[in-house]
């Protein structure tokens, strides 16, 4: 018997030291979030009619230039490309033959330092007409604070969607 017991203790104890580790903290988990702005809007033209379109993102006075670009052979997407490809994002989705989802986000990054009353705005201009606006969204927001390990544990991001 002494052999089982003197095996099972050094398990035994640490099972309890674990169960107990988190205690004091409590349990967080290891999800991961951004911290972003979207903004999504259906707008009635054909996805074709947006390849080469300027979209315009802003944050703050941060301002850049994405092109979109259809993406694939099935003419289903098109997708933006931007110079700070990581802050700023779009694409355009068909939803029918004259109809097409927008979606679009800037994302922050430490250095940012959001605060509540920010401006962001997001415009897209066709290639053809870049006078012309076919998406205006702009506004300032008051964040929402998003905790995806639960209260109390890291990360806390910043999102708002307009």
């Given at each position: 018997?002494?052999?089982l017991l003197s095996g099972f203790?050094?398990?035994?104890?640490?099972?309890?030291a674990a169960s107990h580790c988190n205690s004091s903290v409590g349990s967080c988990t290891l999800i991961g979030c951004l911290s972003e702005v979207t903004a999504s809007r259906a707008v009635p033209v054909a996805l074709?009619?947006?390849?080469?379109?300027?979209?315009?993102?802003?944050?703050n006075d941060d301002c850049a230039t994405g092109t979109l670009e259809l993406s694939g052979a099935d003419d289903e997407l098109a997708l933006c490309e931007f110079e700070d490809s990581f802050r700023r994002s779009c694409a355009a989705e068909r939803l029918g033959d004259s109809e097409?989802?927008?979606?679009?986000?800037?994302?922050?990054?430490?250095?940012?330092?959001?605060?509540d009353g920010d401006q962001y705005s997001f415009g897209v201009h066709p290639a053809d007409d870049p006078d012309v606006a076919l998406v205006e969204i702009s506004g300032a927001v008051l964040y929402e604070k998003l905790r995806?390990?639960?209260?109390?544990?890291?990360?806390?991001c910043r999102v708002k969607s307009l």
């Open positions: 018997m002494r052999p203790l050094p398990v035994l104890a640490l099972l309890f074709s009619e947006l390849d080469g379109a300027s979209v315009i993102i802003c944050f097409v989802r927008l979606e679009m986000a800037f994302t922050l990054g430490d250095a940012d330092a959001p605060h995806p390990n639960g209260e109390g544990c890291e990360p806390t």
